[in-house]
């Protein structure tokens, strides 16, 4: 089941067990907020794009009976997030696909998905920008092989009418997710900001948007904290973790 360099760590909040190596990809605090985040269709089908080691598919599990399919273009994390799937014995819910997502619409019908989750690449690419040297941070982290548009335009052709996008990012991109929403008529409906700790300034935020919604109704949320001020994980953060 493990590969030289993986381990297998645990979401005790959901009972999920995932496969993970330093090496190439561990999933971060990012996809526990992103699969805490979004309102779940009971049944149906959801999509998880940039799905990397499928993290935030298999937190989604425990949420909902949907079908959960996941698109992930680098073949390493694409074969652990499968091999997770098989740990978890979720065969039935999830299915993990190597598939460059501008192709998503080949493997799964256009106008179909209730839900959209995406923790997609933050950085711009930038002839001047730094990036990680290994390949696959490289690329899970800067739009090397995808951008913010064409993710938001391909959650759109996947989406039914009403059906939802939810997204993980940075506020430094606040706009440009606004701004690629409203050209993919994608209406924003909630965002909810991330802090470090009370006193720092946001540095995630979490975003969820309705396929043609209207555009009236959109709701800034409470802040989320991440830890408090001795240092220890929020009580909300704590509960994503390890459970109430």
Do not use: W
């Not at 009972?15 to 907020?33: G, M, N, P, R, Y």
């Not at 598919?57 to 425990?62: D, H, N, Q, T």
């Not at 073949?75 to 993990?96: P, T």
């Amino acid at each position: 089941m493990l590969l030289p360099g993986e381990r297998i760590d645990q979401l005790y909040a959901d009972a999920i067990q995932i496969i993970q190596s330093k090496e190439v990809f561990s999933f971060s605090i990012d996809a526990v907020l992103l699969a805490n985040f979004p309102a779940y269709p009971k049944k149906g089908t959801i999509v998880d794009l940039c799905a990397g080691n499928g993290a935030v598919g298999l937190f989604a599990s425990r949420k909902t009976q949907a079908r959960i399919i996941q698109i992930e273009l680098q073949a390493r994390l694409a074969d652990m997030g499968n091999r997770s799937i098989q740990l978890n014995q979720l065969e039935e819910q999830l299915k993990m696909i190597e598939l460059d997502l501008k192709q998503a619409a080949t493997v799964v019908k256009p106008d179909s998905c209730d839900l959209v989750l995406c923790n997609p690449p933050y950085f711009k690419e930038l002839p001047a920008s730094q990036k990680n040297p290994n390949p696959y941070l490289a690329i899970a982290r800067h739009e090397i092989q995808t951008s913010l548009n064409e993710v938001v335009e391909v959650s759109a052709k996947l989406l039914k009418t009403n059906g939802r996008l939810a997204m993980v990012h940075r506020p430094d991109r606040f706009l440009d997710i606004l701004q690629a929403m409203a050209t993919a008529d994608i209406a924003p409906k909630r965002v909810r900001f991330v802090y470090p700790k009370i006193g720092k300034e946001a540095n995630t935020l979490l975003i969820e948007g309705i396929k043609q919604g209207k555009k009236a109704g959109f709701r800034v949320l409470p802040p989320l904290f991440i830890y408090d001020e001795q240092q220890q994980y929020s009580p909300e953060m704590q509960a994503m973790l390890y459970g109430k």
